[in-house]
C-alpha cells in the first residue's frame, strides 16, 4: 500500500511540498545486475565480474546507475497513489544524479517529497523527488525528479 492515496484532482493539488515517506527495504542482489547487463547490453566487468570487480574500486560489483534508476518506477507507487483517475502516464524526468553506489547484495529504499503540481491541458502534472537511499551508506544512490501526467475520471 501506498504511504499517501491522493482521491481527488483537489487533494492532488495542494500536495506540493508533501514528504511522502519511505518504502520498504528491497535486496539488489548480482543476479538482478546480471539480468539488466543482459538486457541493455552493458557488461562493464564492475557490475559482471566479481573477481575483477573484488580488486577494483569499489571492492566489489556495483548496480548500473540506470537500473538504479528504474527502481524508482518500482518505488514511486509505493510512495503515492493517485487514485479515480483514467490514465497516469510518466512524462519524464529532470535533474537525475548518483552521488553513492549500489554494491551487489545492498539494502535500497525509496523516499520522497512532491516538489510541485500544475495542471497542464486535462491532467494535473506531478514532480516528485525520488532519492534511493542505500542502507548502512551516507550517500544515496540516486535522486532523481520525475515527472508523472494524471488525468482524473
Not at 500500500?1 to 527495504?25: C, P, R, Y
Not at 483514467?86 to 545492498?106: E, L, Q, T
Amino acid at each position: 500500500m501506498a504511504n499517501k492515496i491522493f482521491t481527488s484532482k483537489e487533494q492532488l493539488l495542494k500536495a506540493a511540498g508533501l514528504d511522502l515517506g519511505v518504502t520498504q527495504w528491497i535486496p539488489l542482489e548480482q543476479s538482478r545486475i546480471d539480468m539488466f547487463a543482459e538486457a541493455t547490453g552493458d557488461h562493464q566487468w564492475i557490475h559482471v565480474d566479481p573477481v575483477k570487480a573484488a580488486t577494483g574500486p569499489f571492492g566489489g560489483c556495483i548496480a548500473h546507475g540506470y537500473l538504479t534508476l528504474s527502481l524508482v518506477n518500482y518505488f514511486l507507487p509505493q510512495l503515492l497513489d493517485v487514485q479515480n483517475i483514467s490514465m497516469g502516464v510518466n512524462y519524464g524526468c529532470d535533474k537525475i544524479r548518483f552521488p553513492g553506489v549500489v554494491k551487489a547484495g545492498s539494502n535500497i529504499r525509496g523516499t520522497g517529497e512532491i516538489i510541485s503540481v500544475e495542471e497542464v491541458k486535462n491532467s494535473l502534472q506531478v514532480t516528485t523527488r525520488v532519492t534511493i537511499e542505500v542502507a548502512d551508506q551516507q550517500r544515496p544512490a540516486c535522486v532523481v525528479e520525475t515527472i508523472s501526467r494524471y488525468t482524473f475520471a
